[in-house]
Nanobody, 124 residues
């Protein structure tokens, strides 16, 4: 059974940093790509960052480019999202997801597995 377990969320002041982790288990993810999505109250879920498991190619939403960094540790089956220079508008529930395919996708509908989410709150 595939499990994605996020951790690392919390409350931080604007300008601060957090690192989210997503521990993946239950299968081999070599042919998968991993994504971080977020959803704020009253807003649609949006793509934040993604990475291909095998090659490590990375993708970012324009709103986080230069502030967030996605990485993966294949030995630990874990994906990370380092978030720096956080802004109040980054406040949301953050979800880790895994999708399979030859081409990376920013669309949540292309992701097969999802974690339970971790809350990030940035105070001004």
């Amino acid at each position: 059974q595939v499990q994605l377990v996020e951790s690392g969320g919390g409350l931080v002041q604007a300008g601060g940093s957090l690192r989210l982790s997503c521990a993946a288990s239950g299968r081999t993810f070599s042919s998968y790509y991993m994504g971080w999505f977020r959803q704020a109250p009253g807003k649609e879920r949006e793509f934040v960052a993604g990475i291909t498991w095998s090659g490590g190619s990375t993708y970012y939403a324009d709103s986080v480019k230069g502030r967030f960094t996605i990485s993966r540790d294949r030995a630990k089956n874990t994906v990370y999202l380092q978030m720096n220079s956080l802004k109040p508008e980054d406040t949301a529930a953050y979800y880790c997801a895994a999708g399979q395919g030859a081409l990376f996708s920013r669309s949540g509908s292309r992701y097969e597995y999802w974690g339970q989410g971790t809350q990030v709150t940035v105070s001004s």
